[in-house]
């Protein structure tokens, strides 16, 4: 069963733009804390921007000021606006519930359940 799905992601010069979806279970997204993640070819899958279901927002250093986490709670949809990209950001992109980590941490990948991510290429 999939109960999340990740979508947007594409190629992209640097300091372009990119707005990407994620459609959660409702099990999964409501009431719940929800974060974006990325993993970059070897390296750890990481947090990157976190929202409780209040919409306080979280930003890990590398992407503060640039991306933007919202949700939409009547959807159980999240979303994250990515601005002013960079090579840097290549990686796949997940969303799922944050289960109590910090953003910049790196992330347990067997012990949560993940969608099959989208594509974020940045080109210099």
């Known amino acids: 069963q999939v109960q999340l799905v990740e979508s947007g992601g594409g190629l992209v010069q640097a300091g372009g733009s990119l707005r990407l979806s994620c459609a959660a279970s409702?099990?999964?997204?409501?009431?719940?804390?929800m974060g974006w993640y990325r993993q970059a070819p070897g390296k750890q899958r990481q947090l990157v921007a976190t929202?409780?279901?209040?919409?306080?927002?979280d930003y890990a250093d590398s992407v503060k000021g640039r991306f933007t986490i919202s949700r939409d709670n009547a959807k159980n949809a999240l979303y994250l606006q990515m601005n002013s990209l960079k090579p840097e950001d290549t990686a796949v992109y997940y969303c799922?519930?944050?289960?109590?980590?910090?953003?910049?941490?790196?992330?347990?990948?067997?012990?949560?359940?993940w969608g099959q991510g989208t594509q974020v290429t940045v080109s210099s």
């Open positions: 799922n519930r944050n289960y109590g980590y910090a953003v910049g941490s790196a992330i347990p990948v067997p012990n949560i359940s």
């Open positions: 409702r099990s999964i997204f409501s009431g719940k804390t």
């Open positions: 929202i409780t279901s209040g919409g306080t927002t």
